[in-house]
């Protein structure tokens, strides 16, 4: 759930208006509206500052992962440059879209 959408939700079970809010939290009513259309992301701060108006805490919690991150590749990735990342990442979309277009042909001619 993103923040826009936990916003919303705790305003509107509340009952409460995006103007209410906004005089609450001590902002204007075109702040909340932007930050509920998804069109402004609040920093963490912000968000907990307006959840906690409508009488609501944040809570966030670390999970761990299933699987090992190797740490070496990690480091590797942060040491690529950004047209390094993007000629990665179009390699991978590739790849990908070669799979989708072979499952096609297999299932069309299955």
Known sequence: MNAAALLVDARRRRG???RSLARRAGTSQ???SRIEAGLESPTLERLERLLLVLGERLVCTLVT???D???AALEAG???TPADRLAESASWNLVATQLE???ANA???G
């Open 16 to 18: 409460i208006s995006q």
């Open 69 to 71: 991150v190797d740490p």
């Open 65 to 67: 992962l299933e699987h």
């Open 78 to 80: 942060g040491r690529m």
């Open 107 to 109: 299932r069309r001619s």
């Open 101 to 103: 277009i072979a499952g």
């Open 30 to 32: 075109a702040a909340i």
